[in-house]
């Protein structure tokens, strides 16, 4: 079936760095995507989101770039805090489902 | 405060015993979902509803039951919990099934 994955399951950064988490689709139907954090024994927390009819998207920190060609998603945070340090999920909404589909997730550590 | 509530929050059973867990809120949030997490598999969705009285199959179904008969209302039943039910469930909640999902604290089951 489709699947959303990500290439790294972790990533460490140093503190006031940029980290950029990847993530790549393969359902190419798919027009709506989400990312998520998760902090340790919290559920996950609406980021940021994208539509397929825009190829980024900015917010406080935070942007979302959407390469539909290759159906790769990437979230970069700028001036990496340690409060960042959590799990970070990519979903995908296609079309004609009425359910979001999830990546592994990719552990980032901000290092003092 | 707008939220999502689920209980318990941890819950210790044993094979075959019957349990519910509850999730509610305060949103008035037409779609309402559980999903599961274990390691190295993300989030998987198990049901979720677009309405009153209106739920549907998720990826993993099998071994669970759900009831929508309010609207801030969506338990998750285990008729006969198996230990490979043991997971992290969240409930989450949406205005609609397109919309930015909310996400539960959590309930951290294990079935001996």
């Known amino acids: 079936g489709e699947s959303v994955g990500l290439h790294l399951p972790t990533l460490s950064v140093q503190e006031g760095d940029n980290s950029i988490i990847n993530c790549a689709y393969s359902n190419s139907a798919s027009d709506y995507f989400i990312w998520y954090k998760q902090e340790s024994g919290k559920g996950p927390q609406f980021i940021i989101d994208?539509?397929?009819?825009?190829d980024k998207r900015q917010g406080q920190r935070v942007t979302v770039l959407l390469n539909k060609t290759v159906k790769h998603l990437s979230l970069q945070i700028a001036a990496t805090q340690p409060g960042d340090s959590a799990v970070y999920f990519c979903?995908?909404?296609?079309?004609?489902?009425?359910?979001?589909?999830f990546g592994s997730g990719t552990q980032l550590t901000v290092l003092p | 405060e707008a939220q999502v509530t689920q209980n318990p929050r941890y819950l210790i059973t044993v094979t075959g015993k019957k349990l519910t867990v509850t999730c509610s809120q305060n949103?008035?949030?037409?779609?309402m979902s559980w999903y599961r997490q274990d390691p190295g598999l993300g989030l998987r969705q198990i049901y979720y509803?677009?309405?009153?009285?209106?739920?549907d199959k998720g990826d993993v179904p099998e071994g669970y039951k759900v009831s929508r008969k309010e609207k801030r209302n969506f338990p998750l039943i285990l008729e006969s919990p198996s230990p490979n039910q043991t997971s992290l469930y969240f409930c989450?909640?949406?205005?609609?099934?397109?919309?930015?999902?909310?996400f539960g604290p959590g309930t951290r089951l294990t079935v001996l």
């Open positions: 949103m008035n949030h037409e779609y």
């Open positions: 994208i539509r397929s009819n825009m």
């Open positions: 979903a995908e909404f296609s079309g004609s489902a009425r359910q979001l589909t």
């Open positions: 989450a909640s949406s205005l609609g099934h397109r919309d930015t999902q909310y």
């Open positions: 509803s677009m309405n009153v009285e209106v739920t």
